[in-house]
């Protein structure tokens, strides 16, 4: 045979994306009981919602392709140096921190730490950024990040007006605030009743008038004042004072907290996290102790585990929505964990000194351009300043603008008649002569390096921060490079097992998407910068969009929200604005069915809307009469209904056209969650279902990494009517309603679910979401009989996903759905999505990328799970002291005494676990009571640390040998 006879054509296309091999599918497809993928898909999705033409994309790209229209896009940004300013500063990100963090998947791919047993690295990581935040502004407790500093400021406007005991309706806004969070602060206190006041602190606060006022720390404009006295007005007359300020200028400047503030927000983009044309960044919040317990978002805690030893885990209301849901006062769910580790890695980097010294540093470069600039003729404004002096130039701002970009950087138009200019950490030498030139100077206006500090005395920091010893280890490479490598080996994150969560969408995150995101054509371009400098993202924006748009059957897209959660208020906010622009303002009542994620009723909430909980039937679906005649009783008042599909409960509702209908005939909006569009993309469009508008979870469907909990992107997509209330931002104009502070979200990461379309094509994501059916169907098929399977379609088949029940093992052995979950931990998976929907279930979601070899590995591990349960039921194990009731097991187990009635090789080398890769959790199951009872959220010391034994002497030369 010649090797031309020989020559067998091989599939290039998909394999990456895509986890079971074409015989693997016929194997499976044997198991669920059906003859090929397509009558499978014909037998779950009903055919009465199936899209009339497949997705057309042309043909999809290999990686080198992809990548090549990456760079060739990528090309067509200008990198310039941005000295703009205005909550976004260049930065420089350790090498070690990028490749080791960032690029790193065991980071990336973690999902968010909801399982603490498995997450104790990142829970340390975070706990590190907390410490970070509460120390650099001198307030007591710190949560483990929010969006963007803009919906920070709002998250801390709604948390002093839920706490104040001010009878005030009004929230003041320093005018010196970012213009982008004033935008924010007004769209989300205008469907709530408040009044925003803008104004200067010193003339205009009338303390007895409002229930808060927010101060920005320095201002916009470079200056800043000490605000202790007008605290203490506000103090008297009950009102909350939250301060926005630049962690960076707070290694140098007196604290929040130490002027009395309630609350500071503020961005940590400059620790480390490249502009990225807005994002992905951390923004934090910190609080007095008084006002712990209202903190929004996710909160890191010490606890123990059940040896007694420390372990962390998330605290307090860390899901506040799904607990509180339509009484929530924020809706926060994804966040920012990825860039907020980071940050505190770069704390951890730097220590308090190198973080103090960057800052001197920025300063003293600020004053010498403020020098030059003087010399040079310029009125400079403040007198005082950190990092950012406003220059006064008459008629000549644009030509003064325009020279800059002539020499390679970026300024801010202040007025009509100055020029804003803020350095950073990567501004040199050679920045500072451009600036001279731009301003008519020659490049040898000023020399000296070291000018006097502009800093006003009374406001220079005397307190100390980041004493605790983690932001003082031996900052060798090599050590913090095992730092980094050490927490991360203690999480399970998809670079060693599936995540199967239920309504996360787990999937692969390829590497082949994520290279983009750090070149520097997408990294360095500030949100700001001129459109012309922006003409990659533009491209890349309004292509993905088209994309998206054809992918959900919506004529218009925003991708201003960075999470679903918020991009289920800005689709209700738009909803909203429809209404009133049809003169019917007063249309509020929102009906949301009882299994609706937790997110639904509180972002309805956030947007003014009364929600009315629809009740669910025995096969959780819609109760469609109760939904009927809550529809047509409501007829007069109802502003839209909240409906995710296929269902939480992973069922494809028949009625799904019957809801839309009834919801517009009787004057609502219908909102669709899309959460679940890793059901639907090829098959079927919300669009054409009936719904108005959606989000997309682009972390979820479209292959943005979990980063261990953010960030992520929450697109919506509308139907044109309402395209004219789409979301807009004051730097790009478009509608009044601002929900992020930049115009595209976390424009960086959009490059992740574009290369996963291009290289996909419309047959790539169609099969997709085929084969991810296929998955959750095969498991649900081994799983039957051992488990039951709760809710399925008509045709007894399930959607992408399966929930199974485990309150009758409760019932029969008194093992609770924890107990499954952690064993599951001995067995080197992480758990599925636990009690949610429905509480004691758990709704395992495979998706497409899993092999067979991997699903049946998860396949094995819960059958012989099961088992366990049977024997107590037996009378053969013990029903407190088992496998289950102490899982998971740990190293701990391995060594010492051992008086379990079970032998050490059951407990930690059950079904599905390895030997040699075995994940070993580093700790036990975690004490959560403990934990709030005692409620440590920053680092706690280190001699409380446990320490591992040394090794005797003879082992260590026998390992060395
Ligand atoms: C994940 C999810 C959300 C919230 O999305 P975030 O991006 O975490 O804010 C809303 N609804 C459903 C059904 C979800 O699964």
Redesign the pocket.
């Known amino acids: 045979m010649t090797l031309q006879e020989n020559y067998e054509p091989y599939d290039f296309a998909n394999r990456r994306h895509i986890g079971p091999s074409p015989e693997e599918m016929t194997a499976m497809l044997e198991v669920v009981g059906t003859e090929s993928l397509e009558t499978l898909i014909d037998e779950t999705v009903p055919a009465g919602i199936r899209q009339a033409k497949p997705l057309d994309f042309g043909m999809p790209l290999s990686e080198r392709g992809a990548l090549d229209r990456l760079r060739e896009t990528a090309n067509k940004n200008q990198v310039l140096t941005s000295l703009i300013g205005q909550g976004y500063h260049g930065t420089i990100l350790p090498p070690a921190i990028q490749r080791n963090i960032l690029e790193n998947p065991a980071w990336y791919t973690a999902y968010t730490p909801y399982q603490p047993e498995i997450s104790q690295g990142r829970l340390e990581a975070l706990l590190n950024f907390q410490t970070l935040v509460a120390d650099l502004t001198g307030l007591d407790i710190a949560n483990a990040s929010l969006l963007d500093e803009a919906t920070a400021a709002a998250e801390a406007m709604a948390l002093a007006h839920r706490v104040t005991k001010s009878e005030a309706n009004a929230f003041f806004v320093d005018a010196q605030c970012l213009p982008q969070t004033i935008a924010v602060l007004k769209t989300r206190a205008e469907p709530l009743g408040w009044e925003i006041v803008v104004g200067d602190p010193f003339k205009d606060v009338q303390p007895e008038n409002v229930f808060g006022a927010l101060f920005q720390y320095p201002g916009v404009e470079g200056g800043f004042h000490d605000f202790s006295d007008l605290i203490a007005k506000l103090h008297a007359a009950k009102a909350l004072a939250v301060v926005a300020a630049d962690p960076l200028a707070l290694t140098l400047l007196k604290p929040p907290g130490e002027m009395g503030a309630d609350i500071a927000v503020g961005s940590m983009q400059r620790f480390g996290m490249p502009m990225g044309y807005g994002g992905p960044h951390a923004a934090y919040i910190a609080v007095k102790d008084d006002y712990r317990r209202a903190l929004p978002g996710r909160l890191v805690g010490v606890s123990i585990d059940s040896r007694g030893n420390r372990a962390y885990r998330l605290a307090l209301q860390t899901r506040e929505q799904h607990i509180r849901r339509e009484s929530a006062t924020s809706?926060?769910?994804?966040a920012q964990v990825l860039p907020a580790v980071v940050a505190s890695m770069y704390a951890v980097f730097h220590g308090p000194k190198g973080l103090k010294a960057i800052a001197e540093r920025v300063h003293r470069k600020a004053a010498r351009l403020a020098d030059g600039l003087e010399k040079l003729g310029f009125k400079i404004s403040p007198d005082a300043f950190f990092d950012t002096i406003t220059v006064e130039v008459g008629p000549y701002q644009g030509l003064v603008m325009k020279n800059a970009v002539n020499n390679g950087v970026n300024l801010r138009k202040v007025g009509t008649d100055r020029v804003g200019i803020s350095v950073d950490e990567r501004t040199r030498p050679v920045t500072l002569e451009a600036v001279w030139r731009a301003f008519g100077g020659d490049h040898l206006v000023y020399r000296d390096e070291y000018p006097a500090y502009r800093l006003p005395a009374d406001l220079i920091r005397t307190s100390t921060y980041l004493t605790h010893p983690v932001f003082h280890m031996n900052r060798a490479e090599s050590e913090m490079t095992r730092y980094m490598r050490r927490l991360a080996d203690r999480d399970l994150a998809l670079d060693r097992a599936m995540i199967p969560l239920g309504?996360?969408t787990m999937k692969l995150n390829a590497t082949a998407e994520m290279l983009p995101i750090t070149w520097p054509e997408f990294a360095e371009i500030h949100p700001f910068a001129p459109a012309d400098q922006a003409l990659g993202y533009a491209e890349l924006i309004e292509d993905l969009s088209k994309k998206l748009c054809e992918i959900t059957g919506y004529d218009a897209l925003s991708m201003q929200p960075n999470?679903?959660?918020?991009?289920?208020l800005a689709g209700l906010l738009t909803i909203r604005a429809y209404h009133k622009s049809r003169g019917e303002p007063y249309r509020n009542v929102c009906l949301i069915p009882a299994s609706?994620?937790g997110?639904?009723p509180a972002s309805a909430t956030m947007c003014g809307f009364k929600v009315l909980v629809v009740g669910t039937d025995a096969h959780g679906n819609i109760d469609i009469q109760d939904f009927r005649a809550k529809a047509e009783a409501n007829a007069a008042n109802l502003a839209a209904a909240m409906i995710?599909y296929p269902s939480?409960h992973g069922v494809f509702e028949g009625t799904v056209r019957e809801i839309c209908d009834l919801t517009h005939a009787n004057g609502g909006q219908v909102y669709l969650?899309g959460?679940?569009m890793n059901a639907l993309v090829g098959l079927a469009r919300p669009g054409d279902l009936g719904a108005d508008v959606s989000h997309l979870?682009l972390?979820?469907t479209f292959c943005i990494p979990h980063g261990g909990g953010g960030p992520?992107m929450?697109p919506i997509g509308v139907k044109a009517h309402l395209a004219p209330f789409l979301p807009g931002h004051p730097e790009t104009g478009g509608s009044a309603m601002t929900v992020s502070a930049a115009p595209f979200g976390s424009a960086c990461i959009l490059a992740i679910p574009w290369s996963y379309i291009l290289m996909m094509g419309g047959a790539g994501l169609t099969q997709a979401t085929r084969v991810a059916i296929l998955s959750a169907n095969y498991i649900a098929q081994r799983l039957a009989g051992a488990y039951d399977v709760l809710y399925t379609g008509c045709d007894g088949r399930v959607a992408h996903e399966c929930i199974i029940d485990t309150r009758p093992l409760n019932a029969s052995a008194g093992v609770t759905v924890d107990d499954i979950s952690k064993r599951l931990i001995d067995c080197g998976f992480h758990p599925p999505t636990m009690s949610w929907p429905v509480p004691g279930t758990l709704m395992i979601e495979p998706t497409e990328s899993e092999t067979k070899g991997e699903l049946d590995r998860f396949c094995d591990a819960m059958l012989a799970i099961r088992e366990e349960p049977r024997a107590i039921e037996q009378g053969l194990s013990h029903r407190t002291n088992n496998p289950l009731k102490n899982a998971p097991h740990t190293v701990e187990d391995l060594i010492g005494e051992w008086h379990r009635p079970y032998s050490r090789e059951r407990a930690c080398f059950p079904a599905g676990a390895f030997r040699v890769d075995k994940y070993w959790p580093p700790v036990n199951r975690v004490d959560n009571v403990y934990g709030d009872r005692n409620l440590v959220c920053s680092c706690p010391p280190l001699d409380s640390y446990v320490k591992a034994p040394e090794p005797a002497e003879a082992d260590v030369l026998a390992s060395g040998t």
């Open positions: 809706n926060i769910c994804t309504s996360c999470s679903g959660a918020q991009g289920e609706a994620h997110t639904n995710t939480t969650d959460a679940n979870n972390h979820k992520g929450g």
